[in-house]
């Protein structure tokens, strides 16, 4: 589903597009919660949802499918009309860097649009590692949502710490959701071991997760390919 172009929202206004971006390996419903509070506390028009083609601080060994972690954002935004899946980093190939993404939804919605680009507080502490991180904070706005057990006491990133005036900017940016202990990798983790999923994604986010075969040890793909085999 490629990114919905324009610069403006129903009512005329420039558009007001919260942004939330990573591997969604596979999108959960922590940041399902996390989007849904986003969105009431900027009055935004629509949050899209981005799934990275490689991560530029994370080993992509292993990385399940665009195709896949799309379709299943497909799935879990469907009951929400402000919800959007964009393939605006699958579609552009090679390492998804932020700044792009950004620089390029600037340029389809206009230099009037209000973006906000939320993460996590974990993402936060490692910001000053991304690429042109300077940049990214001039095109939108960082959004921070809390994450369990990470402090920000301590404004300093991986490289050194943040300018006043940049600490000043972010601290305006703080988003009071629940802390959600929900993770991909505790996700991806419990499928290997046979344990439930359930509570933790959306049902259809569930479903397409069997149905697919993702995630599970050797023994739940070999169901899976019994069962195709024996549909054909």
């Known amino acids: 589903m490629p990114t919905v172009r324009g ?58 499918s665009g195709r896949h972690r799309l379709r299943m954002i497909e799935l879990a935004a469907a009951g929400n009309p402000r919800f959007r899946a964009s393939d605006i980093e699958l579609r552009r190939g090679g390492v998804s860097y932020t700044v792009e993404t950004i620089e390029e939804l600037r340029n389809l919605h206009g230099r009037g649009a209000k973006l906000w680009f939320i993460i996590g507080a974990d993402s936060l502490r490692e910001l000053t590692t991304w690429r042109d991180y300077r940049r990214l904070l001039r095109l939108c706005t960082v959004v921070t949502a809390g994450r369990p057990g990470v402090a920000l006491d301590r404004w300093r990133g991986a490289r050194g710490a943040f300018g006043g005036r940049e600490i000043a900017r972010l601290k305006k940016h703080f988003l009071d959701a629940p802390l959600i202990g929900i993770s991909s990798s505790e996700i991806r983790r419990r499928r290997q071991a046979g344990m439930s999923i359930r509570y933790l994604v959306p049902p259809a986010v569930e479903r397409y997760i069997a149905a697919h075969g993702l995630y599970g ?3 739940e793909r070999g169901r899976v390919r019994c069962r195709a085999a024996r549909t054909r």
């Open 217 to 219: 040890g050797a023994a």
């Open 7 to 64: 610069g403006r929202n129903g009512a005329g206004e420039p558009a007001r597009i919260g942004i939330m971006g990573g591997s969604f390996d596979p999108i959960h419903l922590g940041h399902l919660i996390v989007a849904e509070r986003a969105r009431e506390a900027l009055g935004a028009d629509r949050v899209l949802f981005i799934p990275c083609n490689i991560p530029p601080h994370k080993d992509a060994a292993g990385l399940t």
